[in-house]
Protein backbone atom coordinates (compact mmCIF):
# COMPACT_ATOMS: atom_id res chain seq x y z
CA UNK A 1 0.00 0.00 0.00
CA UNK A 2 1.54 3.60 -1.30
CA UNK A 3 2.05 5.36 2.21
CA UNK A 4 3.53 8.09 4.14
CA UNK A 5 4.33 7.63 7.42
CA UNK A 6 5.42 9.69 10.58
CA UNK A 7 6.53 8.61 13.88
CA UNK A 8 5.96 9.72 16.79
CA UNK A 9 2.29 10.22 15.87
CA UNK A 10 1.97 12.06 19.14
CA UNK A 11 5.11 13.95 21.44
CA UNK A 12 5.14 16.27 24.29
CA UNK A 13 8.29 17.44 25.15
CA UNK A 14 10.29 20.71 27.42
CA UNK A 15 11.59 23.29 25.82
CA UNK A 16 15.56 22.86 24.31
CA UNK A 17 15.38 19.46 24.36
CA UNK A 18 16.27 18.22 20.74
CA UNK A 19 13.84 15.68 18.72
CA UNK A 20 13.30 14.24 15.38
CA UNK A 21 9.85 13.38 13.45
CA UNK A 22 10.95 10.90 11.12
CA UNK A 23 9.03 10.67 7.68
CA UNK A 24 8.61 8.13 5.31
CA UNK A 25 7.26 6.84 1.91
CA UNK A 26 7.20 4.12 -0.13
CA UNK A 27 6.02 5.52 -3.47
CA UNK A 28 9.78 6.83 -4.90
CA UNK A 29 8.38 10.48 -5.03
CA UNK A 30 11.73 12.46 -5.57
CA UNK A 31 9.61 15.72 -3.73
CA UNK A 32 9.33 15.51 0.12
CA UNK A 33 7.96 18.30 2.14
CA UNK A 34 6.91 19.31 5.95
CA UNK A 35 4.22 21.58 6.75
CA UNK A 36 3.01 22.92 10.77
CA UNK A 37 -0.78 23.06 10.63
CA UNK A 38 -1.84 25.67 13.51
CA UNK A 39 -5.49 26.93 14.06
CA UNK A 40 -6.68 30.08 11.97
CA UNK A 41 -3.40 29.91 9.94
CA UNK A 42 -4.02 27.02 7.94
CA UNK A 43 -1.19 24.57 6.81
CA UNK A 44 2.49 26.14 6.58
CA UNK A 45 5.29 24.67 4.68
CA UNK A 46 8.75 24.48 6.52
CA UNK A 47 11.01 22.72 3.92
CA UNK A 48 10.41 20.91 1.06
CA UNK A 49 13.09 18.88 -0.66
CA UNK A 50 13.52 18.48 -4.53
CA UNK A 51 15.63 15.18 -4.63
CA UNK A 52 18.42 13.64 -2.62
CA UNK A 53 20.41 15.64 -0.83
CA UNK A 54 18.24 19.14 -2.04
CA UNK A 55 16.14 20.88 0.64
CA UNK A 56 14.71 24.12 0.74
CA UNK A 57 13.25 26.76 2.81
CA UNK A 58 9.20 27.10 2.81
CA UNK A 59 7.51 30.13 4.34
CA UNK A 60 8.27 29.54 8.13
CA UNK A 61 11.75 27.11 8.54
CA UNK A 62 13.14 29.12 11.75
CA UNK A 63 13.38 26.97 13.97
CA UNK A 64 13.57 23.54 12.00
CA UNK A 65 16.13 21.54 10.36
CA UNK A 66 15.21 18.97 7.62
CA UNK A 67 18.25 16.27 5.99
CA UNK A 68 17.46 14.08 2.60
CA UNK A 69 20.34 11.19 3.10
CA UNK A 70 17.99 8.90 0.99
CA UNK A 71 15.32 9.36 -1.31
CA UNK A 72 12.56 7.39 1.15
CA UNK A 73 12.91 9.62 4.23
CA UNK A 74 12.86 13.38 5.32
CA UNK A 75 13.17 13.67 8.86
CA UNK A 76 12.07 17.15 10.84
CA UNK A 77 14.68 18.13 13.47
CA UNK A 78 14.18 20.68 16.44
CA UNK A 79 17.35 21.54 17.88
CA UNK A 80 15.95 23.53 20.72
CA UNK A 81 12.63 23.57 20.86
CA UNK A 82 10.10 26.49 22.59
CA UNK A 83 6.71 26.50 23.02
CA UNK A 84 5.61 28.54 19.96
CA UNK A 85 6.58 24.83 17.82
CA UNK A 86 3.87 23.11 19.27
CA UNK A 87 1.65 22.43 16.27
CA UNK A 88 0.49 19.54 13.72
CA UNK A 89 2.77 18.64 11.50
CA UNK A 90 2.13 17.01 8.31
CA UNK A 91 5.04 15.21 6.10
CA UNK A 92 4.11 15.35 2.92
CA UNK A 93 5.30 13.70 -0.86
CA UNK A 94 4.32 15.18 -4.43
CA UNK A 95 3.48 12.31 -7.01
CA UNK A 96 3.54 13.08 -11.22
CA UNK A 97 0.78 14.65 -11.60
CA UNK A 98 1.30 17.31 -8.52
CA UNK A 99 -1.11 15.48 -6.66
CA UNK A 100 0.10 16.08 -3.01
CA UNK A 101 0.21 12.93 -0.33
CA UNK A 102 -0.19 13.36 3.06
CA UNK A 103 1.06 11.47 6.32
CA UNK A 104 -1.29 10.87 9.37
CA UNK A 105 0.47 13.82 11.47
CA UNK A 106 2.72 14.38 14.90
CA UNK A 107 1.41 16.45 17.40
CA UNK A 108 3.82 18.40 18.90
CA UNK A 109 3.34 19.69 22.84
CA UNK A 110 6.29 21.76 23.75
CA UNK A 111 5.95 22.91 27.30
CA UNK B 1 5.42 35.05 -0.81
CA UNK B 2 1.92 34.11 -2.28
CA UNK B 3 -1.29 34.56 -0.25
CA UNK B 4 -4.27 32.11 -0.52
CA UNK B 5 -7.71 33.69 1.16
CA UNK B 6 -10.52 31.71 2.33
CA UNK B 7 -13.13 34.23 3.73
CA UNK B 8 -15.31 31.43 5.44
CA UNK B 9 -13.78 30.10 8.26
CA UNK B 10 -16.77 28.58 9.40
CA UNK B 11 -19.84 27.50 7.78
CA UNK B 12 -22.94 25.50 9.06
CA UNK B 13 -25.09 24.05 6.62
CA UNK B 14 -28.16 21.65 6.84
CA UNK B 15 -28.53 18.25 4.49
CA UNK B 16 -28.91 18.79 1.29
CA UNK B 17 -28.13 22.41 1.58
CA UNK B 18 -26.08 23.91 -1.63
CA UNK B 19 -22.48 24.95 -0.77
CA UNK B 20 -19.90 27.17 -1.83
CA UNK B 21 -16.25 27.86 -0.44
CA UNK B 22 -14.64 31.38 -1.89
CA UNK B 23 -10.78 31.15 -2.48
CA UNK B 24 -9.00 33.72 -3.91
CA UNK B 25 -4.83 33.83 -4.75
CA UNK B 26 -2.55 36.52 -4.87
CA UNK B 27 -0.22 35.28 -7.63
CA UNK B 28 -0.67 36.59 -11.20
CA UNK B 29 1.51 33.68 -13.51
CA UNK B 30 0.15 30.49 -13.93
CA UNK B 31 -1.15 28.89 -10.98
CA UNK B 32 -2.08 25.05 -10.12
CA UNK B 33 -4.74 24.92 -7.59
CA UNK B 34 -6.13 22.01 -5.22
CA UNK B 35 -8.95 21.59 -2.91
CA UNK B 36 -7.73 19.13 -0.05
CA UNK B 37 -9.92 18.01 2.63
CA UNK B 38 -9.35 17.02 6.70
CA UNK B 39 -11.80 14.74 8.07
CA UNK B 40 -11.67 15.14 11.97
CA UNK B 41 -8.98 13.16 13.39
CA UNK B 42 -7.43 12.32 9.65
CA UNK B 43 -5.09 14.07 7.21
CA UNK B 44 -5.43 15.47 4.15
CA UNK B 45 -7.17 14.57 1.35
CA UNK B 46 -6.62 15.61 -2.77
CA UNK B 47 -10.74 16.75 -3.74
CA UNK B 48 -9.97 17.89 -6.88
CA UNK B 49 -7.13 19.76 -8.79
CA UNK B 50 -6.73 22.30 -11.73
CA UNK B 51 -3.94 22.77 -13.62
CA UNK B 52 -5.09 23.55 -17.51
CA UNK B 53 -8.04 23.77 -19.93
CA UNK B 54 -11.81 23.53 -18.96
CA UNK B 55 -11.96 26.05 -15.65
CA UNK B 56 -14.60 23.67 -14.40
CA UNK B 57 -13.30 20.88 -12.51
CA UNK B 58 -15.08 17.74 -11.09
CA UNK B 59 -13.48 15.92 -7.65
CA UNK B 60 -14.34 13.18 -5.87
CA UNK B 61 -17.75 13.24 -3.43
CA UNK B 62 -19.67 15.20 -6.15
CA UNK B 63 -17.52 18.05 -5.63
CA UNK B 64 -16.48 20.87 -8.38
CA UNK B 65 -14.43 23.91 -8.52
CA UNK B 66 -14.53 26.47 -11.06
CA UNK B 67 -11.49 28.97 -12.06
CA UNK B 68 -11.67 31.53 -13.02
CA UNK B 69 -8.91 33.53 -13.98
CA UNK B 70 -9.99 37.56 -14.06
CA UNK B 71 -11.32 36.89 -10.38
CA UNK B 72 -8.32 35.02 -9.45
CA UNK B 73 -10.70 32.71 -7.82
CA UNK B 74 -11.03 29.36 -7.64
CA UNK B 75 -14.30 28.37 -5.60
CA UNK B 76 -15.71 25.15 -4.07
CA UNK B 77 -19.47 23.77 -4.44
CA UNK B 78 -21.24 20.76 -3.96
CA UNK B 79 -25.10 21.24 -4.87
CA UNK B 80 -26.41 18.85 -2.02
CA UNK B 81 -24.15 18.19 1.19
CA UNK B 82 -24.15 15.33 3.56
CA UNK B 83 -23.60 15.17 7.14
CA UNK B 84 -20.28 13.00 6.07
CA UNK B 85 -18.83 16.20 4.51
CA UNK B 86 -18.74 17.76 7.78
CA UNK B 87 -14.34 18.84 7.64
CA UNK B 88 -12.04 21.40 7.19
CA UNK B 89 -11.38 22.36 3.38
CA UNK B 90 -8.41 23.69 2.76
CA UNK B 91 -7.34 25.55 -1.04
CA UNK B 92 -3.70 25.71 -2.39
CA UNK B 93 -1.90 27.24 -4.98
CA UNK B 94 1.16 25.94 -6.40
CA UNK B 95 3.18 28.26 -8.44
CA UNK B 96 4.14 27.23 -11.54
CA UNK B 97 7.82 28.06 -11.34
CA UNK B 98 8.25 27.34 -7.76
CA UNK B 99 8.37 24.55 -5.74
CA UNK B 100 6.54 26.01 -2.85
CA UNK B 101 2.85 25.05 -2.34
CA UNK B 102 0.60 28.16 -0.43
CA UNK B 103 -2.56 26.72 1.79
CA UNK B 104 -5.33 29.21 2.49
CA UNK B 105 -6.04 29.23 6.76
CA UNK B 106 -8.93 26.55 6.22
CA UNK B 107 -12.77 26.33 5.92
CA UNK B 108 -14.43 24.77 8.57
CA UNK B 109 -18.12 22.84 7.55
CA UNK B 110 -20.57 21.58 9.82
CA UNK B 111 -23.73 19.57 8.12
CA UNK B 112 -26.19 18.89 10.51
CA UNK B 113 -28.05 16.37 9.54
Known amino acids: EAQVTQNPRYLITVTGKKLTVTCSQNMNHEYMSWYRQDPGLGLRQIYYSMNVEVTDKGDVPEGYKVSRKEKRNFPLILESPSPNQTSLYFCATLGDLNEQFFGPGTRLTVL | AQSVSQHNHHVILSEAASLELGCNYS??????LFWYVQYPGQHLQLLLKYFSGDPLVKGIKGFEAEFIKSKFSFNLRKPSVQWSDTAEYFCAVNVNTGNQFYFGTGTSLTVIP
Open chain 2, 27 to 32: YGGTVN
